[in-house]
């Protein structure tokens, strides 16, 4: 897993639309089952993504924000960020 990778790692961050962190938005993957939440600075990390050229992440904060990130790539053996901003 090392030297071959076959995942990736999504850095995701939450703000609202003031631009302070969300905690608890439920944060989700598009072709994954998989819930996340965010934390206390806004933080979540999504590890064994699969490598794509166009993911997108949403998180929800239920019963007052939504947001989804723009499409970017994950490579094998790296890092993609994604910011969100929940509005």
């Known amino acids: 897993?090392?030297?071959r990778p076959t995942t990736g790692y999504i850095l995701v961050t939450v703000k609202n639309a003031a631009g302070q962190p969300v905690m608890d938005a439920h944060v989700k993957?598009?072709?994954?089952?998989?819930v996340w939440l965010?934390?206390?600075?806004?933080?979540c990390g999504?590890?064994?993504?699969?490598?794509g050229s166009s993911v997108t992440i949403t998180a929800e904060k239920k019963g007052m924000w939504m947001g989804t990130s723009r499409p970017f790539a994950v490579e094998a053996g790296k890092a993609s960020e994604a910011n969100i901003v929940l509005q």
């Open 1 to 3: 897993w090392k030297t």
């Open 29 to 34: 993957m598009a072709g994954r089952p998989d």
């Open 38 to 43: 965010s934390s206390a600075d806004g933080f």
């Open 46 to 51: 999504i590890v064994d993504a699969q490598p």
